[in-house]
């Protein structure tokens, strides 16, 4: 794989962004009256906003989230949904949803809406959970000695990561007699697992990507050549509620999958072009079905486009989100980042899907079956279609 111009490494889709290889931009503002100055705001009116807050507010303030607020503002005014200002903490996050690696013990976690509870979905194998003794089904009660219980999911998971190489104390409640265990679970790097695969009938194989992250190739690179030794005859890709990703990862995928010629090509805002394209190393020859609904966006429709495009496979499901837009992150020097849109992206043939999105080429809604929650009508549909083919 392959692409023209460089300047444009950074573009990323989705919701996740790379900080790395970018540029930086020097932004160093200080007290929120400079950052309002730099923004062009009215110095003045700032003052009497201070001066009226000073005076008659009377809450507590958090001078830093004051000024946090108005960078957070300025970007806001844009009024473009993919634009945004990210403080420490978020741009951290966005850090590790892109790369797909981070400082944990390997479980997924899930909360019940009712009882609040937090219980473990998925132990990673091999992960300080794994090795440790915890095992899904268990629900944390306690970390570090503190009461977790009703607490926010995302609290939850805070906590459970931290830097690696350092010691987290979990309490947890496991079976029915809810009985505590007690485990010293040291931290280590997590690699998020963004693909699964398997054998379904018949020699047709499935996997399901839930996002584009850095680690997500090698991933899908194992799991079709698992797939192509269990003797897989046909293949379906489940982008279904897929949110988008790398730029670079969705391109090294298509890489496997297209025959040589153009993947994907952005244009920014003065006409500059960049080209991904696809070289004649690996084709993926054999019938192909690709899974895709309202939540599947981004850089799973630029594979679902593509793949569209060249005619190599058939879309099932329903209408794509439709985001046709590249964002850009920028650092800004002082562990903050904002992210821009710098681009939009076009399909092979020149589509421009944003605001539209991918047409399936067979379309079927999800329909939950009460009788038989484990049931996937659109599934049933992609293995008839692959079938066909």
């Known amino acids: 794989m392959k692409h023209k111009k460089s ?26 009256g400079n950052a309002a100055e730099a923004g062009g705001a009215d110095s003045d009116k700032m003052e009497l906003l201070n001066a009226l807050i000073d005076e008659y507010y ?11 607020g108005i960078y957070k503002g300025y970007i806001e005014g844009l ?48 992960s300080p959970a794994d090795n440790a003794g915890i095992k899904e089904g268990d629900i944390f009660y306690k970390i570090e000695g503190e009461d977790i219980t009703g607490q926010d999911i995302n609290a939850v998971v805070k906590k459970i ?61 194992e799991a079709i050549d698992s797939l192509e030794e269990q003797g897989m005859e046909r293949l379906i890709v489940d982008l279904r509620n897929n949110p988008g990703g790398n730029l670079k990862t969705v391109c090294q995928i298509l890489d496997l999958m297209l025959p040589e010629g153009l993947i994907v090509y952005t244009e920014d805002k003065n006409g500059e072009k960049e080209e991904y394209t696809s070289d004649a190393e690996h084709v993926f020859e054999k019938p192909l079905v690709v899974l895709m609904n309202g939540n599947s966006a981004s850089a799973s429709e630029i594979f679902g486009g593509a793949i569209q495009d060249y005619g190599t496979g058939q879309i099932v499901g329903t209408q794509s989100y439709g985001k046709g837009l590249v964002q850009q992150i920028f650092d800004l020097q002082d562990g903050t980042s904002v992210k821009l849109t710098i681009a939009e992206y076009f399909t092979p043939k020149g589509r421009n899907i944003n605001g539209t999105g991918i047409a399936p080429d ?28």
């Open 7 to 32: 300047f444009f490494k950074g573009a990323l889709f989705g919701a996740l962004v790379v900080l790395s290889g970018i540029s930086a931009v020097s932004c160093s503002l200080g007290k929120a």
């Open 58 to 68: 009377t809450g507590e303030v958090d001078e830093e989230k004051l000024e946090e």
């Open 79 to 126: 009024e473009d949904p993919y634009s945004a200002y990210y403080d420490e903490d978020e741009t951290a996050k966005m850090t590790e949803m892109t790369t797909g690696e981070f400082g944990g013990i390997g479980v997924v976690v899930t909360q019940d809406k009712e009882t609040q509870t937090t219980r473990v979905l998925q132990v990673y194998e091999d």
């Open 161 to 221: 990561k931290g830097e690696i190489g350092t010691t987290v104390q979990l309490t947890m409640l496991r079976g029915d007699s809810r009985e505590e265990k007690e485990f010293a679970v040291k931290r280590d790097t997590i690699v998020e697992q963004t693909v699964e695969s398997k054998m379904t009938e018949e020699g047709i194989g499935y996997i399901r990507i839930t996002e584009f992250a850095s680690v997500t190739y090698d991933q899908y690179k």
């Open 362 to 389: 067979v379309e079927i809604e999800y329909v939950y079956d009460e009788n038989n929650p484990d049931r996937d009508n659109q599934l049933e549909k992609a293995i008839e279609t692959v079938k066909n083919i």
